[in-house]
Every structure is written in C-alpha cells, then in structure tokens.
C-alpha cells in the first residue's frame, strides 16, 4: 500500500511539472508577442517610397515624379530652383540647363532627395519634328496603338500611369488600368520628346453609353447616315467635318471600337473614316456614343458594320 501511495505521488509531481512547463512556454510566446506588438507600434521608421522617371533630362523633357508613401498625407517637391509642388505625383519642366537636388518632404517629417542634370540641346540630336499618331481618347482594359512618326532608331514610351518606360519600339500597344488623364511620352534617340495627352474611361463608372431613345435616336441615325454616306462615296470633307464639329467637339482622334463581321479592332475617328474611303460595299449598322456625363462631346464612337456577301466570299478565296 505504501508503495502504491508513492508511485502516485511520483506521477502527480510529473505531471505538475509537465504543466508548469508548459504555462513557462506560453508566457514565453506571450511576451514575444507583446514585445513585437510594442516595437511596431512605437519604434516603426515609416519609409519614403518615391520615384523620378529620370535624373538626366534636356531642356525641353519634364520631370516626371510621383509618390507611394504608405498612409502619406501631404506632399512638397521642392526642384532645386526655388520652385515647389504639392502635389503627390505631377511633372515639373525646368528653364534653365544646371545640376539641381529634388527634394521631397512627406507629412511635414520624411524626407529624400534626387540628384537631376538638366542638359542643353546635345549637338548631333536632330529635332525631327517627331509626332505620335493614335487616338488621344479610349477606356479602361482597351488596346491602345500609338505609332511614332518621325526618325529614329529607338523610341521609348511612357504612358503615365506606371511611372517608368512601358514600351519600346516605333509601335506601342498599351491597355490603361484605371481611368483618368494620362500624359504619354514619347522619346526617340533623334528627336526631343513629345506628349499625347490621353482621356482614359471607364463605361461601368463614370460615362454614359447614348443608345436610341426618343431624343437620341436622331443623334445615332445621324452619324449612321453621315459614315454611310462616307463609305458610299460621297464628298469626304462634308459630311466627315459635320461629324467631328458637331459630336466630337473638333477632336479628331478620339476612339472608334469597331466590330465587323464578328472581328473587332480600335482605331482613330480620322483613320477609322479614312478606311471607310477605300472600302468596299461597307455597311454601318449602327453607332453607339460614349460621353462623359453633362458633356456633349464623345469619348468613344462604338461602331457595327459589316461587307456585303460578294465582297467576304471574294476575300475568303483570296
């Protein structure tokens, strides 16, 4: 009996003990935990987290620059010449060519600086007169082209929205995430650098999509009428001018989504009307407007047409 009595004994004093040793670990855990919670919250170097696009440019480049700061709240970009911005992201074109230190100063608090060379005319760039052809309108998640003319052997672009050099190449081909306006920069090892200013829209959030109704069947029809006509041969001038003065607002690059014969594309309004010039038996089935609200100027012309059956059967034996 007194041995029963004692092996008992032994293994309550174990189990004690396997306890205790695991309350000692927990309180452990627990206090690493509240030592982490207690640096984050009191020790946390919030960090700045900004960009140039470059830090060499010439005279006539601007000076791209944004923000990310996690939780910022004010901005001042101060350019080395006296000249400051508030802005979060912007652009910034100096005057004079010179060595200056960016300054950025987050919350009234955090600060970091860039190191930019502004350079004159380098002697042997040509100006070229360097333009970009494309729409300047167009919506979220659409294709974009732009194309450079004028000459050179290396283009770059930016299209604003990623802060730094989206594409390479003569030909660019971009989809715009977020609606908004976008300044696209074009840069050629030929020519000075040249903006394309884009008005980018989402459908789904701030336009409004002009389908026929009462008053609006008669604005469709119209320009329905007026592209037929085009396509039919008629005086170009006439009828593709009404429609840029009087729906487009005197914009001749804004966007045409158009889809024939179950094939879609994007083009601009002067190219798309052009096309129509040297087509053959095109039929315009419809067209769409899309225009920001209490506008009257469109953003997108959504078209459906389609070619005869002679002319499709002739393309598909060719």
Avoid at 52 to 72: I, S, W
Avoid at 195 to 204: F, K, Q
Avoid at 286 to 312: F, G, M, Y
Wanted: charged share 20%; with cysteine.
């Amino acid at each position: 009996m007194t041995t029963l009595t004692r092996s008992n004994t032994q293994a309550e004093g174990r189990g004690t003990l396997h306890y205790l040793f695991l309350y000692f670990m927990l309180a452990i855990i627990l206090l690493v935990c509240i030592i982490m919670l207690l640096r984050n919250y009191f020790f946390y170097e919030r960090k700045v987290n900004a960009t140039v696009l470059k830090n060499e440019l010439y005279l006539n480049e601007k000076l791209l620059f944004t923000d990310n700061t996690e939780g910022a709240e004010n901005w001042l970009w101060e350019f080395g010449n006296g000249q400051h911005s508030e802005r979060q992201n912007g652009s910034y074109q100096y005057t004079a060519a010179g060595s200056y230190i960016v300054r950025l100063t987050v919350d009234n608090q955090l600060r970091v600086q860039f190191p930019v060379v502004v350079k004159d005319t380098v002697a042997g760039i040509r100006d070229t007169a360097l333009t970009v052809n494309g729409p300047t309108s167009g919506i979220v998640n659409e294709e974009i082209r732009l194309e450079a003319v004028g000459a050179g052997t290396q283009f770059e672009w930016s299209f604003g929205e990623t802060g730094r050099i989206d594409v390479k190449g003569r030909s660019a081909l971009y989809r715009f995430h977020n609606p908004g306006k976008y300044l696209v920069q074009l840069r050629s090892d030929r020519s000075r650098p040249v903006n394309h200013l884009m008005h980018i829209t989402d459908p789904s959030l701030d336009t409004v999509l002009v389908v026929p109704g009462e008053g609006e069947k008669v604005i469709v029809d119209d320009i329905r009428a007026r592209l037929q006509a085009i396509a039919d041969g008629a005086d170009f001038n006439t009828n593709y001018y009404y429609l840029v003065r009087r729906y487009l607002c005197g914009n001749e690059k804004v966007s045409v989504s158009i889809e024939q014969d179950n094939l879609k594309r994007t083009d601009d309004f002067y190219s798309y009307c052009m096309g129509l010039t040297f087509s053959q038996e095109i039929y315009v089935d419809q067209a769409q407007l899309v225009t920001s609200p209490n506008a009257a100027c469109a953003t997108l012309l959504s078209i459906k047409q389609h070619t005869s059956e002679k002319i499709r059967a002739r393309l598909k034996s060719e």
